[in-house]
């Protein structure tokens, strides 16, 4: 299919094993520094190396030495599961690539300091560059609290709240899409939406003036958010529901939401794989989590349709790719035998994004969504919760 094939960009200069399957790679513990600095001098990016095993006089390994190779060896792992994540990615038509296509990011250790920069790891669109920023960050943040140490603050969370029924509860209750309002000072099609941001009070105005659930974004580079914003949220004592609004590419991170107190995550299709999917939405029951499954176009939503246990899908009018907001998505999304699919299996249908007018609701409300999630419109008043009256075109809270 055009376009949706990842394409095979090949290195300048070229290090043979590193596009090989696990089996041929070859897992390198040490290289002398002197080396290192030769290569760099020679301005010569990737070598062939072969596996060494580090040895002390008598011929026998060290047993640092070996847990070395293991943890090298587990980090080679990790980056061909990144590679591999690609194609599998691109075979069911997903354009965003998760990793750089020529190496591994500049973290990582060992071999892969030989790695150069060239042309085919510059991202193709904001979505990608920010998913391939959201691995590095989530890499070094796994480091530090990794899952084993995330067990305690697990433990010791908040309930998680349910997400869903609150916004059946409010459907049903105003008889107009129950909202998602969120929680967002800025964005990179937008800029900065808000200067006087402060999230708790952002909230508690949402509350107040109607909100069911609120989203509350957590990255920070892009959309200046936070997850103390999310945990100053949840113990400020708001009672609605909170979405963690983040760019999932890990498991761990959906564990990471939960200890700040989240009640549902975002799940991005057109970043995630099926069996990514799947995997993270049995983690999401697991941890008492709502999953939100976004999609934009045809594709993704039948991809999402395939799959077993989705009870929530968030159609976004924004394109992520190119920031394209037509709300006619909404509408396209949920015709025909979709919407009988949907119907069928109970999911409830969240219409994302570009919403500022009563209208805009009546459009995507008639178009079958049961919900909106909502940003820009209400954020920008100075008082939100009144600003979701506007959107309303009525005051929803009562
Ligand atoms: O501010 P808006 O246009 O009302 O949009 C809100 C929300 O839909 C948008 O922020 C969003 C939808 N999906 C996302 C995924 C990542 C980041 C942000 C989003």
Not at 286 to 294: D, F, K, Q, R, Y
Request: proline share 6%; charged share 25%; aromatic share 6%.
């Amino acid at each position: 299919m055009e376009g949706l094939v990842s394409p095979k960009t090949t290195p300048r200069i070229l290090f043979p094993t590193l596009n090989r399957r696990p089996s041929k790679f070859s897992i390198v513990r040490s290289v002398p520094a002197s080396a290192m600095d030769a290569h760099r001098r020679n301005g010569v990016g990737f070598t062939p190396i072969r596996a060494q095993k580090a040895e002390t006089k008598d011929g026998s390994a060290t047993i640092s030495s070996v847990m070395e190779d293991a943890e090298t060896a587990l980090k080679a792992k990790e980056w061909e599961v990144g590679m591999l994540i690609n194609e599998v990615a691109a075979s069911q038509g997903i354009k965003i690539r998760r990793r750089p296509p020529t190496g591994p990011p500049l973290h990582y250790v060992g071999p892969f300091q030989f790695r150069i920069q060239n042309e085919g790891n510059t991202p193709r669109n904001i979505l990608e560059e920010i998913v391939w920023h959201k691995d590095v960050e989530v890499t070094q943040l796994k480091q530090r609290r990794p899952l084993s140490m995330l067990k305690n603050a697990l433990d010791n969370a908040p309930p998680a709240r349910d997400f869903i029924g609150a916004l059946m509860a409010a459907n049903q209750r105003t008889g107009l899409p129950a909202l998602i309002a969120e929680v967002k000072k800025a964005s990179p099609s937008r800029g900065i939406l808000r200067e006087d941001f402060d999230p708790v009070e952002i909230a508690r105005s949402y509350e107040k003036g109607g909100a069911a659930c609120l989203s509350i974004l957590t990255d920070e580079k892009y959309f200046k958010g936070s997850f103390e914003n999310l945990e100053a949220v949840r113990s400020a004592g708001v009672k609605c529901p909170l979405l963690c609004k983040e760019f999932i590419v890990d498991a761990w991170q959906i564990y990471y939401a939960r200890t700040k107190g989240a009640d549902a995550v975002l799940l991005i299709a057109a970043v995630l794989p099926d069996l990514d999917i799947r995997y993270m939405t049995k983690i999401c029951k697991l941890l008492g989590l709502t999953a939100l499954v976004e999609v934009h176009d045809e594709r993704e939503m039948d991809r999402v349709l395939g799959i077993e246990g989705i009870e929530l899908i968030g159609i976004n009018n924004r394109n992520l790719e190119t920031f394209e907001v037509d709300n006619s998505n909404t509408k396209k999304l949920l015709e025909g035998e979709r919407g009988e699919i949907i119907r069928q299996k109970n999911i409830i249908v969240v219409g994302e994004s570009g919403l500022f007018t009563p209208d805009d609701i009546a459009y995507v409300q008639e178009a079958g969504v049961k919900a909106v999630l909502v940003g820009e419109s209400i954020v920008k008043q100075d008082d939100p919760g009144k600003g979701i009256t506007g959107l309303f075109g009525k005051d929803i809270s009562v």
